[in-house]
């Protein structure tokens, strides 16, 4: 089974082609990975990392709230009151409290499956799979207020910050890249990540251990290595459903299009295109195969975990069992991207996160349920990823783009139940709001958040630099002490 190749993999080989062979660009990828490695070692064990990543800016400070009394009641007067007007405070009754050493914190009212993963209760009675980081965000080096506000006023034009803060175009790309001061040529640190691994974990797959079923994205772009992007039924093919019709249009237009395939052209880039195309096919009918076949079966019990009708849970059942198919796929290496979009709440916050939050929970219960029945819940790491949060201050009705937030990691091998990193000051104009209406300065870089899951998932200190380029101005990737701890041994 051949991998599939985006069009960006396309035009590397068809640029080779013209000038006779696809070898010369596999020499000079060869020669450029191996001056910025060192060789892999580790346990030839199973492993994957799934990101969730919530793409719009979700107002995560209404995800996880202050409890204790003193700062709940400065989280009020920040967000504005529960119930005036146009205050976006969740009632203090109504919070969803998290068990010691997290007593002082609550969720969100729509999280009681997200709660009972943290405090190891209700499905997962005995088992706190759930951990949050807190006020992470996008950075280059560490900045304190006093020098972002200098930035900000043109008089320290030099510090490196990120580029396009609070845009959403720049810092998803950012975060799926790990370098905010931007990049000539963009690839993700998932990508970057598989180049190191692929051939150490899964050498003589054919398969693609960065499998996206969130479209094409930037995170799982390597160097040397594409992303395989899935839908929650299984390949993209040429093949359709046509509802067990004979000589149905769609069977027409199907075989029009192989023939097409089968064809030698003497032009060479119609020849390059029909070539590459038939290996992305190839690839993905191999997949399917394996998608459908019965090691894939995950039975009737995990099956009722997934309510059809939550928009978020047919695809996280898709990775479930891609995860199940690993061995068949011979991957013992995986990366999942999902994408669930649409929290940029600049109006209507609370109804809308709410429900939003709801069908999120839901689903992610449903999704640790299963790796657990299925007994694969210490083979993934999953973790939430977002532009950035929100402004602690209602705009009227809603809020605006920020910065620093709180994102969830969550797994058999997670130091559920804790808060890692700083919860923030939530005072406006406090220590922590670089102003325009509470937009938080990180205080955890977004670089330990991936150096942590990177850690656990095998990469060495020598390459870690090579995945996360910033890395060093935040941690020391040779220390034997882990990042932020939120992975146990």
Known sequence: MSKPVSRRGFLKQLNCAAVGSSAILNTLLNLKLASSVVAQSGPLDNKALVCIFLSG??????????????????????????????????????????????ASYGLHPSCANLQAMANGTGAFAGKRRLAFVSNVGTLVQPVTKAQFNAWENGQNAALPVPKALFSHSDQIE??????????????????R?????????????????????????????????????????????????TGGVTNNPLQFKNA??????????TNLLTESFSRLTQESDAAQLGFQSQFDSANAQLGGAVDALFPPANYLAPTLKAVVKTIKIRSQLGLRRQTFFVQYGGWDHHGELLN?????????????????????????????VSFTASDFSRTLRSNGRGTDHAWGANAMVFGGKVDGGKIFGTYPDLTLDGPNDVGRGGRLLPSTSADLYFAELLRWFG???????????????????????????FVLP
């Open 256 to 265: 029009a299009l192989r023939s097409t395939l089968d064809q030698h052209y």
């Open 174 to 191: 950012q975060w799926q890249t790990a370098v905010p001061q931007g990049m000539a040529q963009l690839s993700g640190w998932a990508g």
């Open 352 to 380: 809308t996160q709410a429900g939003m939050l709801a069908t999120l929970d839901t689903a992610l219960g449903a999704y640790q349920q299963a790796l657990e029945m299925l007994g694969l819940q210490n083979d993934v």
């Open 193 to 241: 990540c598989a180049d190191i691994l692929n051939a150490y974990y899964n050498p003589g797959s054919s398969a693609s251990m960065s499998i996206s079923l969130g479209g094409n994205n930037v995170l799982q772009v390597g160097n040397a290595t594409q992303q395989f992007v899935v839908t929650p039924s299984g390949a993209l093919t040429f093949e359709g459903n």
């Open 459 to 485: 990469v060495t200190s020598g390459n870690m630099s090579y995945v996360l380029p910033n890395v060093a101005n935040f941690w020391n990737p040779n220390s034997a002490s882990p990042p932020l701890s």
């Open 57 to 102: 800016g979700m107002d995560s400070f209404n995800v996880l709230v202050p409890w204790e009394q003193s700062a709940y009641n400065t989280y009020s007067i920040t967000r504005g009151a529960y119930g005036s007007d146009g205050g976006l405070a969740l009632a203090r009754n109504a919070l969803r409290q998290l068990l010691a050493p997290s």
